[in-house]
């Protein structure tokens, strides 16, 4: 099967910057849309940035020119360059692929999430 893992995450103060990476790995044939979402506490999981294979990306407006995605399709990872951040940027990221498996067909993977909290 394909796993996602996460790394990146951790506390910051508002103003501050941090990357995220979610790297893909098992039976991939190949990935299309690769994304990043957020689950803040007592909300619904909401989308950040989608990023698809070929590069082009789509923002929430809440993080329209403060956050960056970017992927390296060779290594089957994407990133989240998070700047100027703030306190309402606080939730668990979560990594998102569409992937082609090698076995099974087209699979929608998840990673385990990664925490972000901003102090004031």
């Known amino acids: 099967q394909v796993q996602l893992a996460e790394s990146g995450g951790g506390l910051v103060q508002a103003g501050g910057s941090l990357r995220l990476s979610c790297a893909a790995s098992g039976s991939i044939f190949n990935i299309n849309a690769m994304g990043w979402y957020r689950q803040a506490p007592g909300n619904q999981r909401e989308s950040v940035a989608v990023?698809?294979?070929?590069?082009?990306?789509n923002y929430a407006d809440s993080v329209k020119g403060r956050f960056t995605a970017s992927r390296d399709n060779a290594k089957n990872t994407v990133y989240l360059q998070m700047n100027s951040l703030k306190p309402e940027d606080t939730a668990v990221y979560y990594c998102n692929a569409e992937v082609t498996d090698i076995e099974v067909g087209y699979l929608d993977v998840w990673g385990q999430g990664t925490l972000v909290t901003v102090s004031s």
């Open positions: 990023i698809t294979a070929g590069g082009s990306t």
